[in-house]
């Protein structure tokens, strides 16, 4: 169970803060809900805290651990699937699954195939929210500025693809 001021991450939104716990009746069924909003951008988003183990939210990760995904991304391999709809199953499950080295292997992929070829807009969207969920948890983590961490990230990202 979260409290009211602990930093979380949503594995498809990315890192925010609980701001309160609310209850609603829905269906005729009362619940307790997380009130959770992301500090980039605003979102807030109600999460059922009986699934919060289901749907993947998790405490934030260490300064260290944060350190360690940077320091691996310029090794790690761009190369993925030719075909677009089964790359765009794998790249999402990726980004379910709420590893940061898997949602910074779908990052660096589609930044580089953009760089190559271009990508069709549903692959644009989705590597915009896979920067979001990892630049939002290195914001809270490493208490940067947004703009600072995305240049960062952005840098990172395109040195040494294999």
């Avoid at 199953?89 to 990052?107: C, F, H, P, T, Y």
């Amino acid at each position: 169970m979260y409290l009211v001021g602990d930093k979380v991450v949503h594995p498809m939104h990315g890192a925010g803060v609980i701001e309160g716990v609310t209850e609603e009746r829905i269906a005729g069924r009362k619940a307790s809900y997380y009130v959770f909003r992301m500090p980039v951008g605003g979102l807030v988003l109600k999460i059922p805290t009986e699934n919060c183990g289901v749907i993947g939210v998790r405490a934030l990760s260490s300064a260290d651990e944060i350190g360690e995904v940077l320091r691996q991304i310029p090794e790690m391999d761009a190369e993925m699937t030719a075909n677009w709809n089964h790359r765009y199953r794998e790249n999402m499950q990726r980004i379910k699954s709420g590893d940061l080295l898997e949602v910074a292997r779908v990052i660096k992929g589609l930044m580089w195939r953009d760089a190559q070829r271009g990508l069709s807009n549903g692959e644009r969207k989705m590597l915009h929210t896979a920067k979001q969920i990892l630049i939002s948890e290195i914001v809270l983590v490493q208490d940067r500025m947004y703009q600072e961490a995305e240049r960062c990230l952005n840098e990172t990202m395109m040195a040494g693809a294999k």
